[in-house]
């Protein structure tokens, strides 16, 4: 595949998950039940559970193209995904001194995220039977 079609198809990929990361961040900023970061939490989450039903399904068949997961795995993961704002709202927990949501938001994106990519495999394991 050509250089450029592939920057395409992931540039266009990540302008959608960014779109959508931010949408739910939106959607979930007043969400009171503790004061965690819930749509970077849940993008992480559910971008995890995507990424392994991606490698699930691309492990198995011919489904996906190359273009395909260039634009949903790299582009759209990526950009719907986001390590450096886990990071920046887990270190603000930090510098607050509130070492609770600290702990929990760590302990809940890293273990969800591990989940939710075993589940995404699961998912493809089960539906190929």
């Known amino acids: 595949m050509q250089t450029f079609i592939a920057l395409v198809f992931v540039g266009a990929g990540s302008m959608l998950g960014g779109l959508s990361r931010y949408g739910l961040t939106l959607a979930t900023q007043n969400l009171a039940a503790f004061s965690l970061p819930y749509g970077t939490l849940l993008?992480?989450?559910?971008?995890?559970?995507?990424?392994?039903?991606?490698?699930?399904?691309?492990g198995k068949t011919e489904l996906l193209s190359t273009e395909m997961r260039l634009l949903?795995?790299?582009?759209?993961?990526?950009?719907?995904?986001?390590?450096?704002?886990?990071?920046?709202?887990?270190?603000?927990?930090?510098?607050?001194?509130?070492?609770?949501?600290a702990s929990t938001y760590f302990a809940a994106t890293l273990a969800g995220a591990a989940l939710a990519f075993a589940l995404g495999l699961l998912i493809v394991e089960l539906s190929m039977r």
């Open 43 to 58: 993008s992480n989450l559910a971008g995890c559970l995507v990424v392994g039903i991606i490698a699930g399904v691309s």
């Open 72 to 101: 949903l795995a790299t582009g759209f993961c990526g950009g719907f995904t986001t390590m450096s704002s886990f990071i920046y709202e887990l270190g603000q927990f930090i510098q607050d001194k509130e070492f609770f949501f």
